[in-house]
């Protein structure tokens, strides 16, 4: 099947500083990415939506400007956390759509746990 | 706006049974739902789609069925086995065919040896 890797899977860092996550289609092209984000027993949440050489379509309050989204390739996309605080301490997954056929489906990477100390 | 609920939030059965997990929907039906299969501190991994004019896909142990009349999607694991122990998820697609997904909170289930 599709692979999606993401990279750091941990990170823990100051509070105020920068995080940028690495999200990769492996072995297909995806037009579309995605970023989630998981707290605890809660539900995967759309924080946006990137198309390959266009802005990110960002979900209602999620800052833009608080998480940066870089599409700069049909393999990778990437989130930069900026001024990072400790309520933004969460597990973020990307995900990457397969275009396949009419009906897209989704794969996700492993994830990965930011901590802001 | 679309809602999506997964009744149980944990289910637990004994090794060999079927478990059977549930996903109700609001709203508009959805061009197709599918099942993700999530272990703690990892990604969600993909096991099926299922598209709105097919009633029931199969793969392996596993069997989704759309009800589209019900607003219903019933996941099955046949002939169930520890490891299959893991949250569940039911998504759903909003805006179209090419629209983005919308997650429930999924069902633990814990397969007892």
């Known amino acids: 099947g599709a692979v999606v890797s993401q990279h750091p899977s941990r990170v823990i860092c100051k509070s105020g500083t920068s995080v940028k996550i690495e999200c990769r289609s492996l072995?297909?092209?995806?037009?579309?990415m995605f970023w989630y984000r998981q707290f605890p027993k809660q539900s995967l949440m759309l924080m946006a939506t990137?198309?390959?050489?266009?802005?990110?379509?960002?979900e209602q309050g999620v800052e833009k400007d608080k998480f940066l989204i870089n599409h700069a390739s049909l393999t990778l996309s990437t989130l930069t956390v900026t001024s990072a605080h400790p309520e933004d301490s969460s597990f973020y997954i990307c995900?990457?759509?397969?275009?396949?056929?009419?009906?897209?489906?989704?794969?996700f990477g492993p994830g990965t746990r930011l901590t802001v100390t | 706006s679309q809602k999506i609920e997964q009744n149980s939030e944990a289910l637990n059965i004994q090794e060999g049974k079927t478990a059977t997990l549930t996903c109700n929907y609001t709203?508009?039906?959805?061009?197709?739902l599918q099942w993700y299969r999530q272990d703690p501190g990892r990604g969600p991994v993909f096991l099926l789609l299922?598209?709105?004019?097919?009633k029931e896909k199969r793969k392996e142990r596993l069997k989704v069925t759309f009800d589209t009349t019900l607003k219903q999607s019933l996941f099955h694991i046949t002939a169930s086995q520890p490891a299959d122990s893991a949250t569940y998820l039911c998504?759903?697609?909003?805006?179209?065919?090419?629209?983005?997904?919308?997650f429930g909170k999924g069902t633990k289930l814990s397969v007892k040896p």
């Open positions: 995900s990457a759509r397969d275009r396949t056929g009419v009906y897209y489906e989704q794969y």
């Open positions: 072995d297909f092209q995806a037009t579309t």
């Open positions: 990137s198309n390959e050489g266009s802005k990110a379509t960002y």
């Open positions: 709203n508009y039906s959805p061009a197709y």
């Open positions: 299922i598209r709105e004019n097919e």
């Open positions: 998504a759903l697609n909003y805006g179209g065919s090419q629209g983005n997904l919308i």
